[in-house]
């Protein structure tokens, strides 16, 4: 059987859907998450996210709901306890260790499939469901709308926070709406490349956007690119290799692009 069996299938054209709803989000906020310094911030709200998930996996069976929970507990508590730049890696820190135990202590009790504790930390595109795509649909579509209404407040606050502050920019409300809309993505992107492994697709395409160009909007498209390629791409070579998990590939292809960029980056700069 090969590739173009698989794609007359329903679940390779639901999982392709979901890659890109995940690569169009996760490439639109990266370029801010980069900025912001909050590599850090998108992996600490990832393991609650798993956390969450574990405890919904456990009362409800189900891990998307719980993973979102456990997401949007996680921005609150940067946003509250994390405030000041200088605090925030350390709170970060904490909450890390304290979601990462009580996710494995949850999951102990989990009495069904080992498969779908372990869907939880690495992702199970091919298992998304048209209830779980149209969640997916829901959630690109709120991060979508709410970047591109606050793109240039939120840039300027990403830039140079105290002058945007200066100029009347609500910086602290800014930050906190941003941490809700990375949870939303980081939610969105565990279907796809599981918890522990986010940061392939939030972070990776803007890191090597930022390689190859300055200009804010040339990185920002730079970043959705690279993201859909490293998502959509992973997703057709697992589907072709037929027994390697896409979040393999996904987070193979997107440290390629990354050591790409940072090859190429100098030249273009010397050239420019």
């Not at 639901?14 to 909050?38: E, K, N």
């Not at 405030?83 to 009580?102: H, K, N, P, T, Y």
């Amino acid at each position: 059987m090969g590739l173009g069996f698989f794609l007359e299938q329903a679940f390779a054209q639901h999982a392709l859907i979901a890659g890109t709803l995940v690569a169009l989000t996760c490439g639109l906020i990266g370029p801010f998450v980069v900025v912001r310094g909050m590599a850090f911030a998108v992996h600490g709200t990832a393991e609650l996210a798993f956390t969450g998930a574990a405890g919904g996996l456990l009362v409800a069976d189900n891990p998307v709901a719980g993973a979102l929970v456990g997401a949007l507990a996680v921005a609150g508590i940067i946003s509250v306890l994390g405030r000041r730049e200088r605090e925030r890696d350390s709170v970060i820190g904490v909450i890390l260790a304290f979601g990462l135990g009580m996710g494995v202590f949850l999951l102990s009790f989990y009495r069904g499939f080992a498969t779908a504790a372990t869907n939880i930390l690495f992702g199970d595109i091919f298992g998304v469901s048209r209830g779980q795509l149209g969640l997916l649909l829901a959630i690109g579509l709120l991060v979508v709308v709410v970047m591109l209404t606050l793109y240039r407040p939120l840039l300027f606050a990403s830039v140079d926070p105290e002058v945007a502050e200066a100029r009347g920019v609500h910086v602290g409300a800014l930050g906190t709406v941003f941490l809700l809309v990375l949870a939303f993505t980081v939610t969105e992107a565990a279907q796809v490349v599981g918890t522990l492994l986010v940061l392939s697709l939030a972070i990776t395409p803007a890191a090597a956007a930022q390689r190859l160009s300055a200009n804010p909007v040339t990185v920002g498209a730079l970043s959705i690119v690279f993201a859909l390629v490293a998502a959509d791409g992973g997703l057709l070579a697992s589907l072709a290799h037929g027994s390697i998990k896409p979040s393999v590939f996904v987070t193979a292809i997107s440290f390629a692009i990354y050591v790409l960029a940072r090859l190429a980056g100098p030249r273009l700069k010397a050239t420019s």
